[in-house]
């Protein structure tokens, strides 16, 4: 029998809800040994591409960074643009560069920092954040800089020390739902249940439309002791289709072991929809964890009442996009 763990590709259902920084893991082949001569081929082709060579748009920006070295934007701007133009490798190279001569500019380091958390180095994130707090004094007033700072220890799993840039953020900005959502993803997954519900109904109060803290929120409602099922359900359905809602749930409860209840709710969303990828593939999940057998509730088709009452149900959709 698979363990929860190793089987969580199944529950991509809710891991595509938008919850804060959750992430997929994907395993990759071992990268080809590098020789001398692919190791100088491959510094000849970044050279080339830093450049600008069949790039007008880098090349002019190397010609303003070349008239104006002792500025930072225009190295800002070739970091950036070689971001956008899907060469990270350049794109860090330039931020280092940036921070190493102005290192004291707020700019470079939370560009340096959002880098190297792409890169997979969040603690070394972390650690630019902390230079630029020891520099800059006056950035630990900064709720963009304690953000960053909270995500990248969260990131680097220090939550300790990710709960309390999110505090200070909160203090300094109490009316940016996305800090109390944060704050509150990292209460959750130091499994601080009753400290996480009151921060993300908070960041739910400010921003109602907020995806992420109604998904956050009906995730940590699921684990609070004694809730009704129905509690956490509602919140989900605030911000997507019933299928998705009971699915998204079912997976929460999945990682419980609360199999009945998760069940229960699969067969739900598969009577709204019996082809819905998510909770067949959690269904598949819960199948092998509590050795029931695989099947497909046969229920009737959801009619056109019930059809339109959950289109009623559904009328105030969110926008998709929250802030980070």
């Given at each position: 029998m698979k363990t929860i763990a190793s089987m969580a590709v199944a529950l991509w259902g809710l891991l595509g809800a938008g919850c804060a920084r959750q992430t997929a893991v994907v395993s990759t082949p071992p990268a080809p040994k590098a020789t001398a001569v692919s190791t100088v081929m491959r510094r000849q082709v970044l050279n080339a591409a830093d450049a600008g060579e069949g790039d007008t748009l880098a090349a002019q920006w190397r010609r303003q960074l070349a008239s104006d070295?002792?500025?930072?934007?225009?190295?800002?701007?070739?970091a950036a643009h070689y971001r956008k133009t899907g060469r990270p490798e350049l794109?860090?190279?330039?931020?280092?560069?940036?921070?190493?001569?102005?290192?004291s500019s707020r700019e470079a380091r939370l560009a340096l920092a959002a880098s190297l958390r792409g890169a997979g180095e969040p603690?070394?994130?972390?650690?630019?954040?902390?230079?630029?707090?020891?520099?800059?004094?006056?950035?630990?007033?900064?709720?963009a800089v304690l953000n960053q700072l909270g995500i990248a220890y969260d990131e680097a799993g220090d939550w300790r020390r990710g709960e309390q840039a999110f505090r200070r953020a909160v203090a300094l900005a109490p009316k940016l739902d996305y800090l109390h959502n944060n704050l509150g993803y990292n209460l959750f997954q130091q499994q601080r249940v009753p400290e996480?519900?009151?921060?993300?109904?908070?960041?739910?109060?400010?921003?109602?439309?907020?995806?992420t803290a109604r998904n956050n929120l009906g995730m940590a409602v699921a684990r609070w002791p004694g809730a009704a099922v129905g509690d956490a359900l509602k919140h989900?359905?605030?911000v997507t289709d019933a299928a998705t809602a009971n699915s998204n749930l079912a997976a929460a409860l999945i990682e419980?072991?609360?199999?009945?209840?998760?069940?229960?709710?699969?067969?739900?969303?598969l009577d709204y929809n019996r082809s819905?990828?998510?909770?067949?593939?959690?269904?598949?999940?819960?199948s092998e964890l509590d050795g029931k057998p695989l099947t497909v509730p046969l229920r009737p088709r959801v009619g056109p009442v019930r059809r339109s009452l959950a289109v009623l149900k559904k009328i105030f959709v969110p926008p998709k996009g929250d802030t980070p």
């Open positions: 070295p002792l500025s930072v934007e225009p190295r800002l701007a070739l794109e860090l190279e330039h931020l280092r560069v940036a921070v190493e001569r102005f290192p603690a070394d994130a972390a650690a630019a954040l902390q230079e630029l707090l020891a520099l800059q004094p006056a950035a630990a007033d900064d709720p996480a519900v009151p921060a993300l109904q908070q960041a739910v109060k400010l921003n109602p439309r907020s995806e989900f359905e605030n419980q072991q609360r199999y009945g209840e998760s069940r229960r709710l699969l067969e739900a969303a819905h990828a998510a909770a067949l593939a959690n269904l598949r999940l819960l």
